[in-house]
């Protein structure tokens, strides 16, 4: 162990009782993503203390009467650019898909707050063809960590903004974010709210159950509605293997291969 990864230990293990004793004092979950500083917390149930005190869920913030929250930070630029597992989903159509990714990467690569390739895909139930379905989200230009998104070919119509409601490290260290999606009526979809995960396994319990336990107690009745209806996505492994799928050419870019599978 070097002196500064035992420095590392040393900040962690003070950040951690200043985090107990500050308790019920909303907690930054800086130490997530590109830093990684939480890794130097162990053992495990230390890392689960840090993450039921770190779960920091705002409500979207263009709904009427939300003031923004003082304490609630957005991921860090390029945060989102990761290969992400639906895993819990209150679109009971969505639940219905198998093994549910989702890889955005900027549509520009230099520029990772401008537009990015907004890149789904998926099995269905009984066939493990992998379909994908684009579009491009820009980032609202009036509220930080919104995205305004149109989907392409046969889902140009289809328009939806979603917004970060919440992002961190689950209780296993893993990363994980929850989003708000407003109804996109071109595809049927429903407005709701997802769970991504970098592991197909999921969260933790405890770091779900306290998800769903703000949300239920939102201030805005929508969020309060939706955060009854959370369903578990199917992740059966069914993808394992196929590896990622992060590129969509100009024939994946017409969703045609959708026809007949939503809506
Ligand atoms: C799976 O879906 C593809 C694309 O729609 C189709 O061509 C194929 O026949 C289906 N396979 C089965 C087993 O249903
Ligand atoms: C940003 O969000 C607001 C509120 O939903 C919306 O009215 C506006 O059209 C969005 N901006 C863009 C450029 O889409
Ligand atoms: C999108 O809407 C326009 C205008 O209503 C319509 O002309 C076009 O056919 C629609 N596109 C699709 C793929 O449905």
New binding site residues.
């Given amino acids: 162990m070097g002196v500064s990864r035992f420095l590392d230990r040393v900040v962690a293990a003070v950040a951690l009782v200043s985090v107990v004793v500050a308790r019920p004092a909303p907690v930054q979950v800086d130490g997530c993503g590109p830093s990684g500083k939480v890794e130097t917390f162990e053992p495990p149930k230390h890392l689960l203390i840090f993450s039921l005190l770190a779960v920091k869920l705002r409500d979207p913030p263009t709904f009427p009467g939300v003031n923004p929250s003082p304490s609630w930070t957005p991921p860090p630029i390029g945060w989102i650019f990761k290969p992400w597992n639906q895993v819990l989903t209150s679109n009971s159509q969505a639940a219905q898909l198998r093994n549910f990714q989702w890889d955005p990467t900027p549509v520009t690569d230099s520029d990772p707050t401008g537009p990015i390739n907004d890149l789904s895909s998926f099995q269905i139930p009984g066939n493990d063809t992998v379909f994908t379905s684009y579009g491009v989200a820009i980032p609202n230009d009036t509220y930080v960590a919104v995205l305004d998104y149109r989907g392409t070919?046969?889902?140009?119509?289809a328009t939806s903004q979603y917004s970060w409601l919440g992002w961190g490290c689950d209780g296993n260290g893993i990363e994980y974010y929850v989003s708000y999606s407003t109804a996109a009526e071109?595809s049927g979809t429903p407005a709701g709210i997802d769970v991504m995960s970098l592991v197909d396994t999921g969260l933790d319990q405890a770091t779900t159950d306290r998800i769903v336990a703000i949300l239920k107690q939102s201030e805005s009745e929508e969020i309060r509605n939706i955060a009854e209806t959370f369903v578990e996505n199917i992740q059966d492994g069914g993808r394992q293997g196929l590896g990622r799928i992060t590129e969509c050419d100009d024939e994946c870019k017409t969703n045609k291969d959708l026809i007949g599978i939503i809506g």
């Fill in positions: 070919g046969i889902l140009e119509n071109a």
